[in-house]
């Protein structure tokens, strides 16, 4: 039979090294939303700016040059990751087809929208740095923590919420398209029952948790 060892000092030592390998490897997500509105030859610019040397679409980098290391891109960035998990939203435009278009004449009003991920907090020096570069542009920055709460940031405007707010659940279903207040935190499935207001679980999942208790 194997003893468990977590009473021991050698035992919490090693709970600790798990501790600090999640948190480090395994960070709850920050699910980000930037939409960047401007003229289209702005925006253009914007976009192909934007793009990791590893042929991501966004990446930090771009706006706050920085070492690799992570306590540096910590310091520099507000979260110790570049973006990840990345997708653009652009009228569909290849990087190439916006540099035959960008010599074009258009002064229409267009967006771009960038939705990512990053490690535990949001970007908001990164994003700090795109507005105080960019004045020709708009920014509309959003974020949901995972374990609840986030905000809204723009040029002249902040401002953040609680987890369980209305802020939040109108938010997550913009960006998600699912209403986290009818949605069961065990199987993400869309549960139409009367929602507990605390641990929103369906009557399925409930049903397995007795059983296996
Ligand atoms: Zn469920």
């Known amino acids: 039979m194997r003893t468990r060892d977590t009473r021991t000092m050698a035992g919490k030592q090693h709970m600790a090294s798990i501790v ?3 948190e480090e490897y395994m960070p709850n997500h920050t699910t980000n939303r930037l939409i960047v509105t401007g003229q289209k030859v702005d925006v253009d610019a914007f976009v192909l700016k934007s793009r990791g040397d590893d042929g991501s679409s966004l ?3 771009k706006f706050i040059p920085c070492s690799e290391s992570i306590d540096a891109q910590r310091i520099a960035w507000g979260t110790k990751w570049d973006a990840y998990s990345e997708n653009l939203d652009y ?5 190439l087809a916006l540099l035959a278009s960008a010599s074009l004449d258009d002064d229409s009003e267009v967006s771009a929208t960038y ?3 990053t490690a535990w907090s949001e970007p908001s020096k990164v994003v700090a740095a795109m507005i105080e570069q960019h004045p020709e542009l708009t920014f509309d920055h959003s974020y949901l923590y995972e374990d609840g ?3 809204h940031a723009g040029r002249d405007y902040s401002t953040s ?7 939040e659940r109108d938010l997550y279903i913009s960006m998600h398209g699912v209403d986290p207040w009818r949605t069961c935190c065990e199987c993400w499935r869309e549960n139409t029952s009367d929602p507990n207001p605390d641990y929103r679980i ?6 397995d948790q007795e059983n296996e208790s």
């Open 20 to 22: 600090w390998l999640l």
């Open 59 to 61: 990446s930090f980098r």
């Open 91 to 95: 009228q569909g435009e290849s990087p």
């Open 115 to 117: 939705t990512f991920d």
């Open 149 to 151: 709460g986030g905000g």
């Open 161 to 167: 919420f609680e987890d369980g707010s209305e802020e």
């Open 202 to 207: 369906c009557e399925d999942c409930e049903k």
